[in-house]
């Protein structure tokens, strides 16, 4: 592992680290395969909560626990999970959560758009991710972009469309710094395909990568970074749209 200029390019092949998931946390005989992680506490809450959903496990972090749900759908189970922000903590718990027997991993979340004729509520789903974040560095050697799984995201697509619901395909921007989503940058990342920007695709292509687990995304547009001011559309106010969402990453995570 020869010195570089920068760190974050000082890519390292020893397969194991000095924490192992798998070594603190034992697999659960309740745990299912199947995972949706969700970045929608109130959806969350309003499905898995009061005791609606089984906890079967706490996710532990300094901002408190992260309950893992047993969720049951028409006879199957998932596991729900709230997928935490940024890419550190969504690998760490995606991480945790194939520890504990997740082999099967759907995210849902939104977006911020940088086509503005995306609308607000529009399902995207990612096909490849710009490493604009630290977290995948750790996990794959550097290159500028991670792919996705394609058979992933042509069950994702199959599933859409089995519902009639129109979606965008097309590589996202993943980038650490919400408040650095300067004009140059945006104008350069839709000039190399970039049709929306968040926080964490990018590492969790990483980490399903890594350890050998399926991965695919759902999103939908958000907030509009693509013009000439910023227009926060009030996106995650839409909770419908929202619990559709979730609702589809469940049935994308039971039937892969």
Request: charged share 20%; aromatic share 8%; with cysteine.
């Given at each position: 592992?020869?010195?570089?200029?920068?760190?974050?390019?000082?890519?390292?092949?020893?397969?194991?680290?000095?924490?192992?998931?798998?070594?603190?946390?034992?697999?659960?005989?309740?745990?299912?395969?199947?995972?949706?992680?969700?970045?929608?506490?109130?959806?969350?809450?309003?499905?898995?909560?009061?005791?609606?959903?089984?906890?079967?496990?706490?996710?532990?972090?300094?901002?408190?626990?992260?309950?893992?749900?047993?969720?049951?759908?028409?006879?199957?189970?998932?596991?729900?999970?709230?997928?935490?922000?940024?890419?550190?903590?969504?690998?760490?718990?995606?991480?945790?959560?194939?520890?504990?027997?997740?082999?099967?991993?759907?995210?849902?979340?939104?977006?911020?758009?940088?086509?503005?004729?995306?609308?607000?509520?529009?399902?995207?789903?990612?096909?490849?991710?710009?490493?604009?974040?630290?977290?995948?560095?750790?996990?794959?050697?550097?290159?500028?972009?991670?792919?996705?799984?394609?058979?992933?995201?042509?069950?994702?697509?199959?599933?859409?469309?089995?519902?009639?619901?129109?979606?965008?395909?097309?590589?996202?921007?993943?980038?650490?710094?919400?408040?650095?989503?300067?004009?140059?940058?945006?104008?350069?990342?839709?000039?190399?395909?970039?049709?929306?920007?968040?926080?964490?695709?990018?590492?969790?292509?990483?980490?399903?990568?890594?350890?050998?687990?399926?991965?695919?995304?759902?999103?939908?547009?958000?907030?509009?970074?693509?013009?000439?001011?910023?227009?926060?559309?009030?996106?995650?106010?839409?909770?419908?749209?929202?619990?559709?969402?979730f609702w589809l990453a469940v049935e994308?995570?039971?039937?892969?």
């Amino acid at each position: 592992m020869p010195a570089q200029t920068y760190p974050i390019l000082e890519f390292d092949t020893t397969t194991s680290a000095m924490i192992e998931p798998a070594e603190i946390l034992r697999p659960l005989d309740t745990m299912p395969e199947a995972v949706v992680l969700c970045f929608f506490q109130e959806v969350i809450t309003a499905i898995c909560g009061d005791g609606k959903a089984e906890i079967i496990f706490r996710l532990s972090s300094e901002i408190g626990k992260n309950p893992v749900y047993h969720l049951e759908q028409n006879g199957q189970a998932v596991a729900v999970i709230h997928a935490g922000t940024g890419a550190p903590l969504s690998a760490a718990f995606m991480e945790e959560a194939i520890a504990l027997g997740g082999k099967k991993f759907i995210a849902c979340g939104g977006a911020g758009v940088l086509d503005s004729s995306i609308g607000v509520g529009h399902v995207i789903i990612p096909t490849a991710a710009v490493r604009d974040e630290g977290t995948s560095y750790h996990y794959l050697p550097p290159t500028r972009e991670i792919q996705a799984d394609l058979s992933v995201v042509q069950h994702i697509v199959d599933v859409l469309e089995k519902h009639n619901i129109p979606h965008d395909q097309g590589k996202t921007w993943t980038t650490d710094a919400i408040y650095r989503e300067t004009r140059p940058k945006v104008a350069q990342r839709r000039a190399e395909g970039c049709i929306c920007v968040e926080m964490e695709t990018a590492a969790f292509l990483a980490v399903a990568q890594f350890r050998g687990v399926q991965f695919g995304q759902l999103l939908y547009g958000g907030d509009d970074v693509g013009g000439d001011i910023w227009d926060s559309r009030r996106w995650n106010r839409d909770v419908s749209t929202r619990e559709k969402l979730f609702w589809l990453a469940v049935e994308c995570a039971l039937s892969l």
